[in-house]
């Protein structure tokens, strides 16, 4: 059974840092590229960093380029986010997410909430 289980979410106050945690399992981690995405409770889905599976290059969007960084460990296939100078409008749940071809995603995570107060 594939799972993606995001952590680490909770309330911070803007300016602080979090740092996210996908543990997952049931697929062959190494081979897949991870995703992390957000979402606003009726609001789109959207993309906030990736990284690849083999040369582990990263991609950030423009709104959280220079404040988070992904990571991966292949031998705990596990994938982080370090979230820092959070921002109110970073709230939102976070999700995790794996794709093999690096078009489209084949499997995702239940979310974790990040609060951030101003």
């Known amino acids: 059974e594939v799972q993606l289980q995001a952590s680490g979410g909770g309330l911070v106050k803007a300016g602080g840092s979090l740092r996210l945690s996908c543990a997952t399992s049931?697929?062959?981690?190494?081979?897949?590229?991870i995703g992390w995405y957000r979402q606003v409770s009726g609001n789109q889905r959207e993309t906030v960093s990736c990284i690849t599976n083999r040369d582990g290059a990263e991609h950030y969007d423009d709104s959280v380029k220079g404040r988070f960084i992904i990571s991966r460990d292949n031998a705990k296939k596990m994938v982080y986010l370090q979230a820092n100078s959070l921002k109110p409008e970073d709230t939102a749940v976070y999700y995790c997410?794996?794709?093999?071809?690096?078009?489209?995603?084949?499997?995702w995570g239940q979310g974790t909430l990040v609060t951030v107060s101003s």
């Open positions: 997410a794996a794709s093999y071809t690096g078009e489209g995603y084949d499997y």
């Open positions: 049931g697929f062959t981690f190494e081979d897949y590229h």
